[in-house]
């Protein structure tokens, strides 16, 4: 079972920075692509941007060119860099890593961390 663990949340000011990290306890870590998403109270879980094995990216609408997503396969660990920050960004963001292995999907989330937009 991998286990897959977010940190850096927290309450920042609009217009503020948060990075957030995603490390996960995998020797396969490299094969994985990787998604962070948020839910906000009363929303459906939206994607944010994502990164593939390939380090391609995608980014939501809503957040190009604020957000960045980066990956380090040496720390097993994802980053989203979060810039300009406004209320709406206000949610749990979570990390999803996925692979495919013989054939099978694996897919392993984390327990999410709070990201607090508030002045």
């Known amino acids: 079972q991998v286990q897959v663990v977010e940190s850096g949340g927290g309450l920042v000011q609009p217009g503020g920075s948060l990075r957030l990290s995603c490390a996960a306890s995998?020797?396969?870590?490299?094969?994985?692509?990787i998604g962070w998403y948020r839910q906000a109270p009363g929303k459906q879980r939206e994607l944010v941007a994502e990164?593939?094995?390939?380090?391609?990216?995608n980014y939501a609408d809503s957040v190009k060119g604020r957000f960045t997503i980066s990956r380090d396969n040496a720390k097993n660990t994802v980053y989203l860099q979060m810039r300009n920050l406004e209320p709406e960004d206000t949610a749990v963001y979570s990390c999803?890593?996925?692979?495919?292995?013989?054939?099978?999907?694996?897919?392993?989330w984390g327990q999410g961390t709070q990201v607090t937009v508030s002045s």
């Open positions: 995998t020797s396969r870590f490299n094969f994985y692509d």
């Open positions: 999803h890593l996925q692979t495919l292995r013989f054939g099978y999907r694996l897919d392993y």
């Open positions: 990164i593939t094995s390939g380090f391609n990216t």
